[in-house]
């Protein structure tokens, strides 16, 4: 089986070396590559769209990598694409008669790059496409042989637009009204797969749903009492303390799990226990800052943490607590299990289909509710075991030898339907 694996999501976060860039998305990607790469009937290549520079730096960190060395990449670009891109950007602010000037001509750079397309290597010459985030792009839509996947994370742009400054229903709509009879989908979770039938109709036989893992060797219960304390350090976090780890942003619902905070303390003003907030900065940001300001001796925001030191910062927590309002699947409270700490997650979407009866729920929009199970979770010891044990036997359904194996099955099936 030959997989032609698009790796634009890797590609931008290695080259721009960026942690932040390193999401769940590229997570995914990397993961997925490694693993589909481990099985023997799969021949994997990495496609792209980068320049010629970009390419060759890319090409040169694949075999850096090591085990994605000598992985065949086909590098599809054309020298007006950065033109083009710049055009596109200017129409959004142009008069209406300079929009007709430019949509013009960016119609004619269209037909050039249509006629001389600077390629390297054959598409069509697998017998897969992937995509792990990226629309499909037309040179390969166009290819009737080749089968296509693409991932679909979430459509939470579509469900709750108000979470997001940018109106994204255009991307999803040119994943799916340009899916051709050959296209087939990857969905995060069953709550993502209802999503989809629910916004495309999408035969739910075309969908099949691959969970997401985490990586044993970041995310592991820290027993070293010595480096806990020293990775605490760095990050000024006092024990004990609640945790929660989120990009700042309105859907995360940081504001509501301070409010909870808040109350926990103003009922028990002896109680020893911090929240520690993790995570990059989002928007939002200086409205959490301004509720947080009376009580920043308590309240720490650390910013974006390394992955070298997330383990000692999830297994340092008394609970990990996940208010989202919705996710699309939810690894924050994967790893924290995998790290020994009980959670409490919001009782939205897929987070009852990832936890299970590993943790504790809560109505997001309660927060006299989220301060009592938080309050019962840090005040009981036995319920905090109960949640460990759960916790650690529940997180071994996640694997991404798991992912890779349904993947590669779905994969299969595809060539028996449309062959």
Request: net charge positive.
């Amino acid at each position: 089986m030959k997989v032609l694996f698009d790796s634009s999501v890797m590609a931008l976060a290695i080259l721009e070396n960026v942690a932040m860039h390193k999401t769940g998305i590229f997570r995914y990607a990397e993961n997925l590559a490694t693993h589909l790469l481990e099985m023997t009937d799969v021949e994997l290549g990495f496609y792209s769209t980068l320049g010629r520079r970009d390419k060759n730096l890319w090409k040169k960190k694949l075999d850096e990598l090591g085990h994605l060395k000598g992985i065949p990449l086909l590098n599809h670009y054309h020298p007006l694409k950065r033109q083009m891109d710049g055009l596109k950007q200017k129409i959004m602010d142009a008069s209406p008669m300079k929009k007709l000037f430019l949509k013009s001509l960016c119609e004619s750079l269209r037909m050039v790059m249509k006629s001389s397309p600077n390629l390297v290597g054959k598409v069509g010459a697998q017998d897969i496409y992937f995509s792990p985030y990226h629309p499909i792009p037309k040179l390969i839509r166009e290819k009737k042989d080749l089968i296509c996947f693409t991932m679909i994370h979430d459509l939470i742009p579509l469900k709750y637009p108000n979470f997001f400054k940018v109106d994204k229903r255009g991307f999803f709509d040119s994943i799916f009204k340009k899916a051709k009879p050959n296209h087939f989908f990857i969905a995060a979770s069953e709550t993502t797969k209802a999503d989809i039938c629910h916004y495309y109709s999408i035969n739910p036989s075309k969908i099949t749903v691959a969970y997401g893992a985490p990586q044993r060797d970041i995310f592991y219960p820290v027993e070293d009492e010595a480096l806990l304390k020293s990775t605490l350090q760095r990050y000024n976090i006092q024990k004990p303390y609640i945790l929660s780890l989120a990009t700042v942003e309105p859907r995360k619902n940081i504001l509501a799990l301070v409010d909870a905070y808040i109350e926990i303390i103003q009922q028990n003003p002896n109680l020893e226990l911090d929240l520690v907030l993790c995570g990059a900065k989002g928007w939002g940001m200086e409205a959490l800052k301004e509720k947080i300001t009376p009580y920043k001796d308590r309240i720490l925001i650390t910013g974006y943490a390394k992955d070298e030191d997330l383990a000692s910062i999830y297994s340092g927590a008394t609970a990990f607590v996940y208010p989202s309002l919705y996710e699309g699947f939810g690894i924050p409270p994967v790893e924290a299990m995998c790290c020994n700490t009980p959670v409490i997650v919001s009782d939205r979407a897929s987070l009852p289909e990832v936890v299970g009866s590993a943790g504790l729920y809560v109505d997001p929009t309660d927060i006299k509710d989220m301060a009592s199970q938080m309050l019962k979770v840090v005040q009981d010891v036995d319920l905090q075991n109960q949640l460990k044990e759960k916790g650690l036997e529940r997180v071994k359904k996640f694997t991404w030898e798991n992912t890779a194996k349904t993947i590669h099955q779905a994969f299969e099936a595809s060539l028996d339907q449309v062959g």
